[in-house]
């Protein structure tokens, strides 16, 4: 069975900083997808980035990019110049024919 | 532009009683999913739904069941209540992992307490 793995239950970073989230997952297929979602205390599950298993190269997405290693089952997160607006959970997230989420880290920004 | 719609938003039952959550998805979606969010947790996923009339075990189906009649409906149905499911359900739909621009679309979400 897939599993996700996120080790850090939380993190805190200064505004205008860059900060890494930590994912590792588990399966033996080798097309699939995955993301990352940030939901805000309104509970709402909102995209932040999507990369599919097939692609070597890795999504960006404006402030947001990822380190995509296949072979060793890696998908970080990295947030550049974090805003006070990036304080989140966020969940990394497995998608072959259904979709596994992680436990989630829980982002605080420091003013 | 509805998306994933969950009715209800909130709702409290009492230990024992039965009821039904309702998804419906308009954007012709094959994937439908149940999860649950406890607190300061993780998404679960209960139940998921690759097309009409198919459905499929998750992570944490115990205590739950669901139909996928209609490609549009999946419904979540709690028989006996107890405290330990009080918890976020959300319904989340997607296309199928052929589709180039997969992505989850979700429910906003409904808040069960049983007491």
């Known amino acids: 069975a897939q599993t996700v793995t996120q080790s850090q239950p939380e993190m805190s970073v200064q505004e205008a900083e860059t900060v890494t989230l930590s994912c590792t997952y588990d399966?033996?297929?080798?097309?699939?997808?995955l993301f990352w979602y940030k939901q805000p205390p309104s509970r709402q599950m909102i995209l932040v980035i999507r990369?599919?298993?097939?692609?070597?190269q890795n999504a960006t997405e404006n402030r947001f990019s990822v380190n995509f290693q296949k072979a060793a089952k890696s998908f970080s997160l990295k947030i550049s110049d974090s805003q006070l607006g990036d304080a989140a959970m966020y969940f990394c997230?497995?998608?072959?024919?259904?979709?596994?989420f992680g436990k989630g880290t829980r982002l605080h920004i420091l003013p | 532009n509805a998306g994933v719609t969950q009715t209800p938003k909130f709702r409290i039952l009492k230990i024992g009683q039965s009821m039904t959550l309702q998804c419906t998805q308009d954007?012709?979606?094959?994937?439908m999913y149940w999860y649950r969010q406890d607190p300061g947790m993780g998404l679960k996923l209960i139940y998921y739904?690759?097309?009409?009339?198919?459905?499929d075990k998750g992570e944490v189906p115990n205590g739950y069941n669901v139909s996928r009649s209609t490609t549009e409906d999946f419904p979540l149905r709690l028989e006996l209540a107890a405290p330990s499911q009080t918890s976020v359900y959300f319904c989340?739909?997607?296309?199928?992992?052929?589709?180039?621009?997969?992505?989850?679309?979700f429910g906003s979400g409904t808040q069960l307490s049983v007491l």
């Open positions: 989340a739909s997607s296309y199928d992992r052929r589709n180039l621009n997969e992505k989850l679309f």
């Open positions: 399966t033996s297929e080798s097309d699939y997808y």
């Open positions: 990369q599919e298993a097939y692609k070597q």
């Open positions: 997230a497995y998608f072959d024919d259904k979709i596994i």
């Open positions: 954007m012709n979606h094959n994937y």
């Open positions: 739904s690759v097309g009409a009339g198919i459905t």
